[in-house]
Nanobody, 118 residues
Framework: QVQLVESGGGLVQPGGSLRLSCAAS????????MGWYRQAPGKQRELVAT???????DYADSVKGRFTISRDNVKNTVYLQMNSLKPEDTAVYYC????????????WGQGTQVTVSS
């Protein structure tokens, strides 16, 4: 059974930092591309950052220079370090695991709330 469990969300003031974690189980983590997505109220889910099995990363323009995605293949965990947070970063953040060669190998976590407010 595949599980992706996010943690690290919470309430932070503008300009602050948070680090999200996503612990994966039930998959061969090292071969999966991992990603973070977010969904704000009334908006569609959007891509925040991805990191490939080879540790190549990509970011949405809105977070470039502020967020950093990383992975630990020993701990089966992907991280999202978020700095200089803005109120518009407020959303539920979801972890995603995807194995590109198998369409059905696409898994989601339950999400963690990030609220940026003074």
């Amino acid at each position: 059974q595949v599980q992706l469990v996010e943690s690290g969300g919470g309430l932070v003031q503008p300009g602050g930092s948070l680090r999200l974690s996503c612990a994966a189980s039930g998959i061969k983590f090292s071969i999966y591309n991992m990603g973070w997505y977010r969904q704000a109220p009334g908006k569609q889910r959007e891509l925040v950052a991805t990191i490939s099995s080879g540790s190549s990363s990509d970011y949405a323009d809105s977070v470039k220079g502020r967020f950093t995605i990383s992975r630990d293949n020993v701990k089966n965990t992907v991280y999202l370090q978020m700095n200089s947070l803005k109120p518009e970063d407020t959303a539920v953040y979801y972890c995603n695991a995807k194995f590109p060669l198998i369409l059905a190998a696409n898994y989601w976590g339950q999400g963690t709330q990030v609220t940026v407010s003074s």
